[in-house]
């Protein structure tokens, strides 16, 4: 086979639609006659609703209709249990799922109570504000120590508590290790919740035809095939009755793969009552409560170290903020828990989670999913360990990377798919070296300004100028390197299928049932295919989130869509190519052996005269008169599916070199490297892209988004005027290197990548940031993530005041 | 969805137009300029005027000029069209430098200097949607009776976040505002008052029509300095804008610094002339004018960032301009 396509850095078909405007996303499908939705949502985070008076709005001039609990009936379900628990043993689980709308309680601000629908959705917006809600206040409870708490408000009355889970997994002894260790070190760490701020709000459009008895669903959805089966199954159709589309999004991120959200299950119901298109389009504001987020945890670790800088074991004792209801099941902490281990050898370890209700937005996954946080809390224990042990911080990883020859690597604990955590293959040092020499890391320290004491402001140090806008003065900042690992576990099953179709046209259809968000499938995908068929990249047309297209599949998630349907993919291209060989043999008389397959044609090798089209072929295959032989399938088409045993272990190395404003404690980023592991790569273009914007997003996550809720569960910034997202500039350009480690799971040797440029981004800011004030606040420790300005300043505050020490 | 109440557009051609209609919807009307702060407050139904009059094609409102060794800048100038304007580099630099870092690209080709220094104040408790307000309690500024800054507090403290009015006050520019009666100059460290619900000596159906800034003599040195989390778009958690003025020896003989950001209007720091008058800008100097600013701050929690840090940072962009000036 010839790999023309497979690994080369070609541009994304999908480009140019996306970039002239053409691209059709939910809000742009404008059906005649559509009613428009727009929903009643709580306004309080813990409260108990006694009624809900719609005549008002009922009487607004194009009110269609006004929709609560109640009139739901039997419809009203709660909604499924996405990821029932790994079979941990002693484990405690409790789902409480969300509901379409409010009933008798409601748990978070923006929880919705009612939908209303009118001829636009102005005329339902100002009918919202006519709809009277009796809630009768509940003391609430928006913290996740004060959710556990004695006497703290329980959110879902009859569990007696907000604990919703608890479990530990353990490998070894670590009480034993412990006992032996040189160095035991612990610290509290806090990871904050922030949101997935995707380009694109989510939306829904549903649109039911009396006539055909059919259900079309546009859905901003991340997972349009289980969307599809379970409307089919709440609304009592046949799955051939209902096709969702989820068409160009703009960015997943995760919160996309929820179900169902309330919307999603209310706007078909009402479009079949209604026999008219119902369309929502979520709002920004929305957004910051209707759709799921992420990533709230308090950590008790300890690690118990050699003196030369061994792990003796970990333990970690963490609490999981899951919201107001856990659909999610326990992926995000057992994600935390599985990939805190990292590349290294952990030989004992002991992690206990609890997992709280709170009254703030549903918690489900956001790219990177849990891994952050475990990534986090390893990473920080290293680099305090390296600390106080006078070891380098690039060593100290070195010398607990899993070896080459370690693979696979059995941690005996269950990851999230249930099956035990098993690293494939991988290969760390590599990685680590390729990092060190791109950053320009110097084991000893890295290159440092003047130490501290006199008035940073003094001009003329080593420090570089300001670059900032805010003066041409010099200015001192002192600059500190972080390097940081970590390891992904990515494509995991169950399965996705893939349908490889070559037409009359000579040009190949590849329809699968993954859903796209801007991955880029529509260019890897083809030239996995294109390869096989011996077709240009641009020939392959690809058809992605159409539930009529493709019958079968999960979604696009756990940075998979490569992984599990592009082997997929393959695995259909691969027999259409049997069967064009076939084919062409039979027609030309030569054996398959001394055939071609080249742009589009199969020619037969010495005898240039003697070639059919792959067009022809396809036209061949499917004859309109006469007799077949008995058994023959028609067309040049295949349809196969792939699932992997188990995830395939990714893995990388970030770097970056940050100098910090002492004064101001304003932070920026000079340079930034990630050495990358996603096995082989179908398209480094497009690697490099998902890593940009994974750095990008975890930059966010480590320096600028915060959620700023108060104890009553009101957030106080829901705008992107006051949650900050990173903008061009601060976000800097960054260097990317490729380590190939194939993966033994799957044909072509891939493992996701979607995630990895998110994952380890809070671990190295803070790595990079205390190397940098190592002089000027020694001893500040970063244990907190979002760190901000104003946060670094008063870490940096206590520690030259000496405060810095405490908890060594 | 954030939307828009129904409101009348009125596009005058002339100031007087724009005047007479100011006049006769009085109560129910507000000029508009770029609208990069009114359309977004709108939207937060913080103001729901049945009439708007735009102002940003009147030529009385237009052009950058030096006319009798004064700096004439239109008030419907853009901070785009200032922050490149050749007699505005020239003789205002600190001008150029704070309308340049206003907000992003875009906001600054709409938004105006008029609508910059008439910008409404902010806080955390009121740039708030209808639905947050309501969710919270309204509060003094708006529909309501307490202040949760200041829990007891009678008056309004949301912070004044304008960029070009500290350059202003420390350049001594006035303002020139239209009304019915008719025109009147007021310099713009008398414009504005204390109280964060409307700032401004201007009445809602007054039109600023330009900005008039005394040519400085040769020799003023001048500074601008932003603190802010980004580097672009955010409004400033602090602002200072500094312009002395120093003999052929090097001593200050003159000293005007403004601030803003902190509270609901931007104040000229004072007694800091003292300390430097007289004297060579040296660290010790400099660091004695610092202090004198650090007391005389005390930020609020009127913005979600933390009030230490702001008030830490006075005497840091205070160095910071002085430092720039004896460059
Ligand atoms: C995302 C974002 C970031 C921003 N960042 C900053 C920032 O960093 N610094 C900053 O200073 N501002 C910032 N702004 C605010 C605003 O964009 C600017 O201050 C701009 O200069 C306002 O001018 P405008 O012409 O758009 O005002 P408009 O919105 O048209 O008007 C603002 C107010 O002034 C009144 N007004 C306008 N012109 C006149 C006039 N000639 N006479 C009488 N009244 C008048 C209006 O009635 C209205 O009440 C930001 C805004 C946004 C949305
Ligand atoms: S300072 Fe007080 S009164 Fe003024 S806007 Fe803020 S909360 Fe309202």
Redesign the pocket.
Known sequence: MSSRYFGARIRRNEDEALLTGRATFVDDVQLPGTLHAAFVRSDLAHGLLRGVDAAAALERPGVMGVFTAADLGEYWQPGPLLVPPAPIEGLTFHARTQVPLAREKVRHVGEPIAVVVAESRYVAEDAVEDVIVDLEPLEAVADVRAALAEGAPVIHEDLGSNLAAHAVQTKGDYDAARATADLVLGRDFTYDRGVSAAMENRGVLAQWDERSAQLTVWDTTQAPIPIRNGLASMLGLSESQVRVVAPFIGGGFGPKIMMFYPDEVLLPWISMRLDRPVKWIEDRFENFFSTTQERGQLHEAEIALSSDGRILGVKDVFVHDTGAYDPYGLTLPINTQCTLLGPYDVPNYYSEFRVAFTNRPIVTPIRGAGRQQGVFIMERLLDLGARELGLDRAEIRRRNFLSPDAFPHDHEILFQDFAPLVYDSGDYEPALDKAIELIGYEPEGPVQSEPGGASPAEDGGEGTDGEDGEGSSRRKRLRGTGIVSYIEGTGIGPYEGARVRVEASGKVCLVTGVGTQGQGHFTSFAQIVADQLGVGVTDVRVVTGDTREFHWGTGTFASRGAVVAGNACHAAAVAVREKILRKASEILEVAEEDLMLTEGVVRVQGVPDLSIGLGELALRSNPLRGAVEPGTEPGLEATSYFGPRRGATASGVHAMVVSVDPETAMVEIERYVVVHDCGTVINPLIVEGQIHGGVAHGIGNAFYEELDCDSEGQLHNASF?DYLLPTATDVPPIRTAHIETPSPLNPLGIKGVGEAGAIPVAALFAQAVEDALKEWAPGLEVRDIPLSPNRLFALIEEARAGGGEEGA | MLRLHPYIYHRPADLDAALELLDRHAGDV???????????NMKHKLFTPGHLVA?SRLDE?KGIEVVDQRLRVG??ES?HAISGHPAILEHVPALATACS????PQ?RR???????I???TRCTYYNQTLFWRKALGYCLKKDGEICHVVPGGTRCVAAH????PPVLMSLDASVEIAGTAGVRTLPVSNLFTSDGIWNRR?ESN???VAVHIPLPEPGLRMSFQKL?PRAS????LLNLAVAARMDDEGLVTELRMAMSALGSYPRRVGKVEEAAVGNPLTPSVIDAVAEQAFRQCHPLENIIVDTDWRRAMVPVLVRRALKEIAA
């Open positions: 005027m | 507000l000029p508009i300029a770029g609208g990069t702060d009114l359309v977004p102002l409102l008030a419907a901070l870092e206003v907000s992003s906001l709409m938004g105006t200097i008029g609508g910059n008439c910008l409404d976040s304008a960029d070009t201007m007054e039109v600023l802010r778009i955010d409004f400033p």
